[in-house]
């Protein structure tokens, strides 16, 4: 064969490789594999994140609705003026705004937690019981921990008792069983399905109860 013709055929051969390289894509490096990779992971991310709240419920609902005590959250009771902090004992006049706040941010009436402070710890942040409850709304530690909240900030102490007892009369559906879980347990109430016959729980609730009617409020 000639040059001629063997410059011709290698050519020809350029021609066909050329029409290769722009037909068939070219070969992804690992580091173009890679990156891909992670943008895809990073746009799914946030999906995956919510995906998981919604799998894992949180530990204790906030807000209820329902219950003539109980307000919606955010709000204020359209019965409250403000005029229940004076009926507090000394000890409890101190901390009748974190109260209505905490109340308020949980769907309560201010009332009502103040009257199961009242009972829980007569207003003592550093109250602890024997069976190691804490503080102002009496948490137990592992409530504390569910709740998310250190049990010795007294803030945070009464947002975790207005959350738990926000939770208690939406679980139960009444606010006397509510407070019966808050004292007894949920596991007793749901047992006794009613108040159960426990010596501290049938005293606690009509107490409660009576120290919130003595701030106005009305069962």
């Known amino acids: 064969m000639s040059i001629s013709s063997l410059a011709a055929v290698g050519s020809r051969i350029g021609q066909i490789q050329g029409e290769i390289r722009r037909n068939v894509p070219a070969t992804r490096t690992f580091a173009d594999t890679l990156a891909s990779a992670q943008q895809s992971a990073e746009s799914v991310a946030p999906v995956l994140a919510f995906a998981r709240t919604m799998e894992t419920p949180t530990s204790v609902p906030v807000g209820i609705l329902g219950s003539p005590i109980v307000i919606n959250p955010g709000t204020r ?9 004076g009926r507090l ?6 901390w009748a705004a974190e109260i209505e706040r905490a109340a308020t941010n949980a769907g309560l009436d201010p009332r009502l937690l103040a009257a199961m402070v009242w009972q829980e710890s007569g207003f003592r942040p550093d109250a602890v019981s024997p069976s190691g409850a804490i503080g102002l709304a009496q948490l137990m530690p592992g409530t504390a921990d569910g709740l998310a909240v250190d049990p010795w900030d007294p803030v945070q102490n009464l947002d975790g008792g207005a959350r738990y007892l926000a939770w208690t009369i939406r679980e139960f559906g009444s606010v006397e069983l ?7 347990g949920p596991g007793r109430v749901r047992e006794a399905g009613t108040i159960p016959n426990i010596a501290e729980t049938q005293a606690y609730v009509p107490r409660v109860l009576d120290y919130y009617r003595q701030l106005g409020g009305v069962v």
Do not use: V
């Not at 009771?77 to 902090?85: C, S």
């Not at 004992?89 to 101190?94: C, D, E, I, S």
């Not at 509510?178 to 007894?184: R, S």
């Open 89 to 94: 004992p000394t000890t409890g006049q101190g």
């Open 178 to 184: 509510g407070l019966a879980a808050y004292n007894a």
């Open 77 to 85: 009771p359209l019965a409250n003026d403000g005029t229940w902090f």
